[in-house]
């Protein structure tokens, strides 16, 4: 696949034939955008369209109303990987600036999806607007795109449990520690990566080595809590033992962390990379009275991730 930075990054000849574009945050890439992508490769396909994607590095709010703006269930990196496992075969994807946001609706089509991109048919939401303080809905979208020979095509909402998919409802379960349910609204287990780096051993003095992951982690991470999770380290998959928060048994003021325990793992991994896939929660965070019953726990956790991942581990292979 192919990916652009910006439009002065496009070149000259960066869309060779006529392009079928689906135009969103993508955020998460959940099953709702799953659904305009597969329509996208149909289409595609049916017309001899190249399948692209319009979207933004980061949510227009980040600029818009910053205060506002919610934390990204995936990075613009995992956005692409995801995007690309799709089938989409291009991605413009720019940053959202004064001088874009500032477009009136039809500078919007002419510029971007005329001139930029090619565009012969559009997908969008049913929630779409664009165009300068979001003037233009999907009406207007379709009346600008007959105008140009554009067809455009509003696709309907996913529901799961009579509820409409969202980026908001993935955040909204990951905030409170459902990662079953995000996944289902995901197609898939949540997923966050990140550099290993030091932390304070303590893990390791207590019988249950941990990677720490760094702070700033690509992903939404789920509540406070401890997740039975599948990590993949050097190419490999490993049941993991996952702690998410701080340390309420001996420093509860401490920050938020993600220490990852990996099952049947020895080796260094400081400063290598490291993916988590959230599948289970286990329980939540709790401060014990001492160290004996809080490596019972941990024991406890570390069997009931061996039986509940180990399998999902066997049928991959």
């Known amino acids: ?37 597969a329509q996208l490769q149909q289409l595609s396909a049916a017309r001899q369209l190249e399948p692209c994607v ?6 227009p709010l980040a600029l818009l109303q910053p205060e506002k703006c919610p934390r990204a269930v995936a990075s613009s990196e995992q956005r692409l990987e995801l995007l690309a496992e799709a089938g989409v075969s291009a991605v413009l994807m720019v940053d959202f600036t ?6 009136s609706p039809a500078e919007f089509v002419e510029q971007v999806l005329v001139q930029a991109m090619r565009a012969k048919v559009v997908l969008v939401g049913r929630d779409f607007r664009f165009g300068a303080r979001g003037a233009g809905d999907t009406a207007e979208l379709q009346q600008l795109g ?26 909204d379960s990951l905030d409170v520690g459902d990662v079953q349910l995000a996944a289902r609204l995901l197609s898939r287990p949540q997923r966050v990566r990140g550099l290993v780096v030091h932390g304070a051993a303590r893990g390791r003095d207590l019988g249950f080595r941990t990677a720490n992951l760094a702070p700033h982690y690509e992903g ?5 809590g401890v997740y039975a999770c599948v990590a993949r380290v050097r190419g490999k998959s ?10 309420p048994t001996f420093t509860p003021d401490a920050p938020s962390q993600i220490e990852v325990h ?14 988590v896939d959230f599948i289970y929660r286990l329980r939540g965070m709790t401060a014990y009275a001492g160290l004996a019953p809080l490596i019972d726990q941990m024991r406890a956790d570390v069997q009931q991730t061996a039986a509940l991942v180990g399998p999902l581990l066997d049928s991959s292979m």
Do not use: C, W
């Open 146 to 171: 007959q105008q140009h020979g554009i067809e455009v095509i509003v696709v309907s909402d996913v529901m799961e449990a009579g509820e409409r998919i969202s980026a908001t409802r993935v955040r």
């Open 98 to 103: 004064r001088e874009l946001a500032a477009l």
């Open 262 to 275: 990996l099952l049947d793992f020895e080796g260094d991994i400081y400063g290598e990379q490291i993916t």
């Open 1 to 37: 696949m192919r990916s652009f930075r910006s439009f002065a990054a496009l070149p000259q000849n960066a869309f060779a034939q006529d392009t079928a574009v689906a135009i969103g945050k993508f955020d998460g890439v959940h099953r709702g955008h799953q659904a305009i992508l």
């Open 220 to 224: 939404f991470g789920p509540a406070d």
């Open 238 to 247: 490993y049941a993991a033992a996952v702690s998410v928060g701080g340390n």
């Open 54 to 59: 319009f979207t933004f590095t980061e949510n």
